[in-house]
């Protein structure tokens, strides 16, 4: 009999689940976040009108990060927590997504519901992360891959989906993250 | 000790069960077993409870015992864990962007460079091959800290590490300066160390690329480093790496490389006239990409075009990119065989930003 040693880390951080509800009842703010990732930008524009329109708000604010790698300064974390809630675009790849997760724990640990949108092809490395990162249920929805290159007219059917389901986690009615089902 | 304590019924099912649990980089590994775990400990000369930050992309607590177990399970002799501590708390620092490293699509990982007289000490390799395999104290430091990033940090292929083909580079890359050999003051005081400290400075890397130059004697025919800086600059800069495919404004790509000389190739350079940071600014004044270029090659960005449009700067097709915002973002290090010619660029990326930490040594 050999007795030898775990080598697998445990979490820095506690377990804590997520459990923000967002008052969605006008007058209202509301935020999205790009991450930099190429056509990140243009889906924000898309995805910030359709919530938009669909929450009957006008004070909408559009957040750019120019890397998906950076954290968020002070100054944008404290402009973050002037919106109602916030959804992150996107997560198109390894550093994306993983920053995509880094980001919604952030946010979640300083009190802004948000949601994060992720790509098929990165969704179960999203959910990966997300279970050994120590926040249950972190609330993301997904999006077909890729989303670079695509049309605007494809990129407004795709947000046009994702409405209800962001404001359903937003508002914490909804759960779970939410899973592709349409095909775009 | 505070890790979990498991059990098999000999060392050979101990090591296969670390295998199938996904708990190691693929290769066979020394079993940690709690005498081991608690040499390694003791000549790290830290609290086994010490924790020295969260292991991006997710956050494992990089706990001193928990870095040794890796240790051991690398091979590590207990006197290299000083280096393999003080590299992870260089990794760890916001500076270095660990978390994109890890999770990257692209290649990327941490290069260790050693200075200091612990090199020798340890029998850290600076000469010939030292970036490769054959030398323990390399290897197994690289490799202990790749089974860090891997346990701790989640780093796991299709995990925590989405790196569409991996690398090499992350099963292990450390090495030392060949100091001795090296026409300049070391590596670590360029970034304000004293000569005499022991120094482990880790820069973001996506591998070599031999760079084969034969240059002439000083004084010989022809013998001007016009050529050698040329070659550098361009090679650093060419289509499809990560400078030129991040380079969407200019002088905004935010990018890192670091270019290893052989101590020949160095001592021409500077034999020459130039020092290390006069061959720095000359290869970041050369490194540049002509924006009719970016046209051409198949490196752009979706959202291009409509850049070049926006910017009146892209309508000149004599202007130019550069490819780093400063000299400082050129590293450059001496390494190998003392009698070839020979320059290895190591990748570049947007974050990785050398950081360098003092190596402590147990009083």
Redesign the interface.
């Known amino acids: 009999?050999?007795?030898?040693?775990?080598?697998?880390?445990?979490?820095?951080?506690e377990v804590i689940e997520y459990d923000l509800r967002a008052d969605l009842c006008p007058p209202v703010r509301i935020g999205v976040v790009s991450n930099g990732f190429?056509?990140s930008?243009?889906f924000r524009d898309i995805l910030g009108r359709h919530l938009s329109d669909a929450l009957g708000t006008s004070d909408l604010v559009l957040f750019e990060k120019a890397?998906?790698?950076s954290?968020y300064s002070d100054e944008e974390l404290a402009a973050l927590s002037e919106c109602a809630a916030v959804a992150l675009v996107f997560g198109h790849?390894?550093?994306c997504?993983?920053?995509t997760?880094?980001d919604s724990t952030v946010l979640t640990e300083v009190g802004i519901p948000n949601v994060g949108v992720i790509t098929a092809h990165?969704w179960?490395?999203f959910e990966?992360?997300v279970d050994?990162?120590?926040i249950v249920d972190l609330p993301a929805v997904e999006v077909p891959y890729p989303m670079?290159?695509r049309s605007d007219d494809e990129m407004n059917t795709i947000a046009k989906v994702l409405v209800p389901r962001i404001v359903g986690l937003w508002e914490g009615r909804d759960r779970k993250a939410a899973r592709w089902q349409v095909a775009a | 000790?505070i890790?979990?304590?498991?059990?098999?019924?000999?060392?050979e099912?101990?090591a296969e069960a670390?295998l199938e649990a996904a708990?190691t980089d693929g290769l066979p590994v020394v079993?940690?077993?709690?005498e081991r775990?608690e040499r390694m400990v003791e000549a790290g000369g830290v609290d086994p409870a010490t924790?020295l930050?969260?292991?991006?992309?997710?956050?494992?607590?990089?706990?001193v015992?928990?870095i040794a177990?890796?240790a051991v399970?690398a091979g590590c002799r207990p006197e290299y864990f000083p280096v393999v501590l003080a590299a992870t708390r260089a990794m760890l620092r916001?500076e270095f962007?660990l978390?994109?490293i890890?999770?990257?699509?692209?290649p990327y990982g941490p290069m260790l460079v050693v200075n200091g007289p612990i090199r020798n000490e340890l029998g850290i390799a600076g000469g010939v091959g030292c970036m490769g395999p054959g030398w323990h104290a390399n290897v197994t430091i690289g490799r202990a800290i790749r089974?860090v990033l891997i346990?701790?940090?989640?780093g796991r292929p299709?995990?925590?590490?989405?790196?569409s083909q991996g690398s090499p580079v992350k099963l292990s890359f450390c090495f030392a300066e060949y100091e001795e050999m090296s026409p300049w003051t070391p590596y670590h005081t360029t970034r304000g160390f004293e000569a005499s400290d022991n120094v482990v400075t880790v820069i973001a890397a996506e591998g070599t690329q031999a760079l084969l130059m034969i240059p002439p004697e000083p004084g010989a025919r022809g013998a001007t480093p016009e050529g050698l800086i040329n070659t550098i600059a361009a090679r650093i800069v060419a289509p499809g790496g990560t400078a030129h495919y991040l380079a969407r404004v200019p002088a905004a790509t935010?990018t890192f490389t670091t270019v290893a000389l052989t101590p020949q190739t160095a001592r021409y350079v500077d034999a020459l006239g130039w020092s290390r940071k006069a061959l720095q600014e000359a290869v970041w004044e050369r490194a540049v990409m002509p924006i009719r270029d970016r046209k051409v090659y198949a490196t752009a960005?979706?959202?291009e075009p409509e850049e070049w449009e926006l910017d009146p700067e892209w309508d000149d097709p004599d202007a130019v990119i550069r490819a780093y915002d400063s000299p400082a973002d050129i590293q450059i290090v001496v390494a190998g065989d003392v009698h070839c010619n020979q320059i290895i660029p190591c990748g570049a990326f947007?974050?990785g930003a050398p950081c360098s930490e003092r190596i402590s040594l147990p009083r």
């Open positions: 009999m050999v007795i030898y040693l775990d080598p697998a880390g445990r979490p820095a951080r190429p056509d930008d243009r890397d998906p790698s954290n790849c390894g550093g997504t993983a920053g997760a880094r990165f179960e490395m990966a992360l050994r990162s120590g670079q290159g | 000790m890790s979990k304590r498991l059990s098999a019924a000999d060392e099912s101990a670390l708990l079993v940690p077993t709690p775990v924790s930050g969260a292991v991006p992309p997710i956050n494992g607590e990089a706990v015992e928990k177990v890796n399970m916001p962007g978390m994109t890890q999770a990257s699509t692209g089974l346990n701790i940090g989640g299709g995990i925590g590490d989405a790196a935010g960005l979706a959202d947007k974050v």
